[in-house]
């Protein structure tokens, strides 16, 4: 499975995003999705994921209200739509995924995905 992020940049507090990660290699319908990020000193985090059905769709507590993920199956693309930014938000995007069958209380966990992306440079400042 080949995962490609695109849509990070420089972008004011307060302002909006939407990642993209475009899947191949796989059947889509097929992969959990997951997107993770990893700021400057600090370890990677679980920001939202989606399941295989576009069902459960957990987000991490920083991010509920403000963040939205989905998925686009034409496209086999997952998008990560990010409003109301904050600094505190700057980091690398990783776009994840696996075929396991996540069930809700492992799909915030790291380690069960098994594809990465290269990631894409998300940066909140004025």
């Known amino acids: 499975v080949q995962l490609v992020e695109s849509g990070g940049g420089l972008v004011q507090p307060g302002g909006s995003l939407r990642l993209s990660c475009a899947a191949s290699g796989r059947t889509f319908s097929s992969l959990d999705m997951g997107w993770f990020r990893q700021a400057p000193g600090k370890e990677r985090e679980f920001v939202a994921a989606?399941?295989?059905?576009?069902?459960?769709?957990p987000y991490a507590d920083s991010v509920k209200g403000r963040f939205s993920i989905s998925r686009d199956s034409a496209r086999t693309t997952v998008y990560l739509q990010m409003n109301s930014l904050k600094p505190e938000d700057t980091a690398i995007y990783y776009c994840?995924?696996?075929?396991?069958?996540?069930?809700?209380?492992?799909?915030?966990?790291?380690?069960?995905?098994?594809?990465w992306g290269q990631g894409t440079q998300v940066t909140v400042s004025s």
């Open positions: 989606v399941r295989k059905s576009g069902g459960s769709t």
């Open positions: 994840a995924a696996t075929g396991r069958g996540l069930i809700m209380s492992t799909m915030r966990l790291e380690r069960m995905y098994d594809y």
